[in-house]
């Protein structure tokens, strides 16, 4: 059976793409509370992001104080929820893609090779969510929006997405500790994702 979950995810959700800045996401709070609109929560699209890597916020855009302002929400009744896309970026200085390369975290091509494509940051890597390893790896990594505030996770764009056309069938995935192929593991990819996601909150909040 599913898991019962928290009471707050079954009320209302504002989710829109176009919020930019903290001012779009606060005039859309208090809006909500002006006209009584029994909204329990309000989602971060892409924007949120530095440069569209994941696990990071982009300060300036929230008056270098993401975790204050998003108290002031939760303070209102809103449980903050942070998209987060697989797509890590191409960047030798980012530390999640640094890890993800010392670790062999990310898909790869059949010579061996990161695979790279392109999502919202550029090139970008792929996790290999089918790795056990890679699940613990990436739950992990969700404790840097736990500590901002964020209440709950909006995994997007793992079909998994790309904008230089799809996927080839031989990139290199596992399926546990089995080798595989994206032929195999397309229609799971997102699901391991989820799988991930759900764990590490799970572990790290305590709450169901």
């Given at each position: 059976?599913?898991?019962?979950?928290?009471?707050?995810t079954?009320?209302?959700?504002?989710?829109?793409?176009?919020?930019?800045?903290?001012e779009?996401?606060?005039?859309?709070?208090?809006?909500?509370?002006?006209?009584?609109?029994?909204?329990?929560?309000?989602?971060?699209?892409i924007?949120?992001m530095?440069?569209?890597?994941?696990?990071?916020?982009?300060?300036?855009?929230?008056?270098?104080?993401?975790?204050?302002?998003l108290?002031?929400?939760?303070?209102?009744g809103?449980?903050?929820?942070?998209?987060?896309?697989p797509?890590?970026?191409?960047?030798?200085?980012?530390?999640?893609?640094?890890?993800?390369?010392?670790?062999?975290?990310?898909?790869?091509?059949?010579?061996?090779?990161?695979?790279?494509?392109?999502?919202?940051?550029?090139?970008?890597?792929?996790?290999?969510?089918?790795?056990?390893?890679?699940?613990?790896?990436?739950?992990k990594?969700?404790?840097?929006?736990?500590?901002?505030?964020?209440?709950?996770?909006?995994?997007?764009?793992?079909?998994?997405?790309?904008?230089?056309?799809?996927?080839?069938?031989?990139?290199?995935?596992?399926?546990e500790?089995?080798?595989?192929?994206?032929?195999?593991?397309?229609?799971?990819?997102?699901?391991?994702?989820?799988?991930?996601?759900?764990q590490?909150?799970?572990?790290?909040?305590?709450?169901?």
């Amino acid at each position: 059976t599913a898991p019962l979950p928290q009471k707050w995810t079954l009320g209302y959700h504002q989710c829109r793409w176009g919020y930019v800045y903290q001012e779009d996401i606060e005039a859309v709070a208090k809006g909500m509370r002006e006209n009584d609109i029994p909204c329990d929560s309000i989602y971060f699209d892409i924007d949120y992001m530095e440069g569209y890597r994941v696990f990071t916020w982009n300060r300036k855009r929230y008056h270098n104080d993401p975790d204050g302002y998003l108290q002031t929400l939760i303070d209102r009744g809103f449980k903050p929820v942070a998209i987060i896309d697989p797509g890590v970026k191409k960047d030798e200085d980012y530390y999640v893609y640094q890890e993800g390369v010392e670790n062999g975290y990310f898909a790869k091509t059949p010579e061996g090779d990161v695979y790279i494509n392109a999502v919202w940051p550029g090139d970008s890597a792929y996790p290999d969510f089918g790795n056990p390893k890679v699940r613990e790896w990436w739950g992990k990594k969700h404790q840097f929006l736990l500590d901002k505030g964020v209440r709950g996770v909006w995994n997007d764009m793992n079909e998994p997405a790309s904008f230089h056309g799809e996927l080839p069938q031989d990139v290199v995935f596992h399926d546990e500790d089995r080798k595989t192929n994206h032929a195999e593991i397309h229609n799971v990819y997102g699901h391991n994702m989820c799988r991930a996601t759900f764990q590490g909150l799970k572990e790290q909040t305590g709450k169901r």
